[in-house]
């Protein structure tokens, strides 16, 4: 069954502390795989997306990295407006229908002053 | 920017009540979803719908229909509300090319069936 975790669930760092959030997938047939920000009582916004195993993009503070069966997002020296749930998605391949895309449960990242 | 607007916030409904929540979008996107969103659960896929008059089946369609006349408009309806459709719903839009393309979500509906 395609599935799609993120570790760790919560992550408290303080300001500068750099870190990273895992996303694991196991589908048939990636066909893209995206990363989200949700900030609390606001919907997912998008920030990345990345199709191949090496591939990577940066946006500021955040760089998105790709292997065959885990992403991760890093985030260096984070700074407390980077504090939100952050979503991976996974664009799988399926024969019979449209591709679908699953979404992990969100890693809750605050960042300390 | 894209904007995709929700049209309530929250919502409170009664148990058997026919509930609709409204989505509309400006930026002439082809594709519409509607997703629920629950702790630990993440979010998953209702219905969505690739153009005019058409839909598909997501993940978790029972109890749902979906509506949608206009291109901007995409209407989520729950025959009859139950307990357990209480939750954060969030619609989407993208461009066309199926699932392709990144989705660009409204602010959500806190809806709550008493």
């Known amino acids: 069954e395609d599935q799609v975790t993120q570790s760790p669930e919560a992550l408290r760092l303080q300001e500068g502390e750099s870190s990273s959030l895992n996303c694991s997938y196991t589908?048939?047939?990636?066909?893209?795989l995206f990363w989200y920000r949700q900030d609390p009582g606001k919907g997912p916004e998008f920030l990345f997306t990345?199709?191949?195993a090496g591939e990577e993009k940066e946006k500021e503070r955040l760089k998105a990295t790709l292997t065959k069966k885990e992403s991760f997002l890093h985030i260096t020296a984070p700074k407390p407006e980077d504090s939100a749930t952050y979503l991976c998605a996974v664009r799988s391949y399926l024969k019979t229908s449209y591709d679908k895309v699953i979404f992990g449960p969100g890693t809750s990242l605050s960042v300390i002053p | 920017d894209v904007k995709v607007t929700q049209s309530s916030r929250y919502l409170v409904k009664r148990t058997g009540e026919k509930v609709f929540l409204e989505c509309v979008q400006d930026m002439d996107h082809e594709n519409m979803f509607w997703y629920r969103q629950d702790p630990g659960l993440g979010l998953r896929l209702i219905y969505f719908?690739?153009?005019?008059?058409?839909?598909e089946k997501g993940d978790i369609p029972e109890g749902y229909s979906v509506s949608r006349e206009k291109k901007e408009r995409f209407s989520l309806i729950l025959e009859s509300a139950s307990t357990n459709q209480t939750s954060m719903y969030l619609c989407?839009?993208?461009?066309?090319?199926?699932?392709?393309?990144?989705?660009?979500f409204g602010d959500g509906t806190r809806l709550s069936i008493l």
């Open positions: 990345l199709y191949s």
């Open positions: 719908s690739y153009d005019v008059k058409m839909k």
């Open positions: 589908v048939s047939g990636l066909r893209g």
């Open positions: 989407a839009s993208s461009v066309g090319g199926g699932f392709n393309q990144p989705q660009h």
